[in-house]
């Protein structure tokens, strides 16, 4: 008797990290809902952009739901090239973001809310750590009435290993968005852009996606 998939619901900024560990979820789980959110961030437009074309590639029901976060870091227009994790943080985005996720998760009776979350950067951002999210969990068991837990299936790998398992899942890399400036193409220069065109180059992407920068030294 073939095992029912859980019911999730992922939350889907258009950048690297959510959209592999999005794809994931389609073979582990049943998406019902992906959220991308709004939270007065540079690039809000073009995020939302792409989390939308990639919910209609594969089908997925998509919302936007736009929140008040005080302003900082990514919430301001950075063009420094000496961005650093100080300049980049937004005031508790990860934790609002999955408190906002398991209201729609309960509301759905999902059990699963899936995110992006990666080794290289959690050694930085400590929203991004294995620590974050068990203490998330244990949140979560008293916060909702059923049974929801956090989950990002990109958790234990750096940036090249997420591109490496997205080429496996055959990511659409064509409308991947990763980028804080908000314009048409990647800057190539902010935080977000140089980790991954670091990646792209350490996996032999980088050629094939250099055109979606506009800077791609």
Same mark, same amino acid.
């Given at each position: 008797?073939?095992?029912?998939?859980?019911?999730?619901?992922?939350?889907v900024?258009?950048g690297?990290?959510s959209?592999?560990?999005f794809?994931?979820? $389609?073979?582990?789980?049943r998406?019902?809902?992906? $959220?991308?959110?709004?939270?007065?961030?540079t690039?809000?437009? *073009?995020?939302?952009?792409?989390?939308?074309?990639? /919910?209609r590639?594969?089908?997925?029901?998509?919302?936007?739901?736009? $929140?008040?976060?005080?302003?900082?870091?990514?919430?301001?227009?950075?063009?420094?090239?000496?961005?650093?994790?100080?300049?980049?943080?937004? /005031?508790?985005?990860n934790?609002?973001?999955?408190?906002?996720a398991?209201?729609?998760?309960?509301s759905?009776?999902?059990?699963?809310?899936?995110?992006?979350?990666?080794?290289?950067?959690a050694r930085?951002?400590?929203?991004?750590?294995?620590?974050?999210?068990?203490?998330?969990?244990?949140?979560?068991?008293?916060?909702?009435?059923?049974?929801? *837990?956090?989950?990002? @299936?990109?958790?234990?790998?750096?940036?090249?290993? %997420?591109?490496?398992?997205?080429? *496996?899942?055959k990511?659409?890399?064509? %409308?991947?968005y990763?980028c @804080?400036?908000?314009?048409?193409?990647m800057?190539?220069? /902010?935080?977000s /852009? *140089?980790?991954?065109?670091?990646? $792209?180059?350490?996996?032999?992407l980088?050629?094939? %996606?250099?055109?979606?920068?506009?800077?791609?030294?």
């Amino acid at each position: 008797m073939r095992r029912t998939r859980l019911k999730s619901i992922c939350l889907v900024s258009g950048g690297l990290d959510s959209l592999v560990s999005f794809l994931s979820a $389609l073979r582990k789980t049943r998406v019902v809902l992906a $959220l991308t959110f709004d939270y007065g961030q540079t690039a809000a437009k *073009r995020e939302i952009q792409s989390a939308r074309q990639i /919910c209609r590639r594969y089908g997925i029901k998509h919302r936007v739901v736009k $929140l008040f976060l005080p302003a900082s870091g990514i919430c301001r227009k950075k063009n420094s090239l000496k961005q650093d994790v100080k300049s980049v943080w937004v /005031c508790n985005r990860n934790g609002v973001f999955v408190a906002m996720a398991a209201a729609f998760a309960e509301s759905m009776e999902a059990a699963i809310i899936v995110t992006g979350f990666n080794a290289e950067e959690a050694r930085e951002f400590p929203d991004n750590s294995k620590k974050f999210v068990r203490s998330a969990n244990l949140l979560l068991k008293y916060s909702v009435l059923t049974p929801v *837990r956090l989950v990002s @299936y990109t958790q234990e790998l750096d940036k090249a290993g %997420i591109i490496r398992l997205g080429e *496996r899942l055959k990511a659409p890399w064509d %409308i991947l968005y990763s980028c @804080y400036a908000g314009r048409k193409k990647m800057c190539g220069r /902010c935080l977000s /852009c *140089r980790h991954l065109t670091a990646a $792209l180059k350490k996996t032999g992407l980088w050629k094939k %996606i250099k055109r979606k920068f506009e800077y791609a030294d």
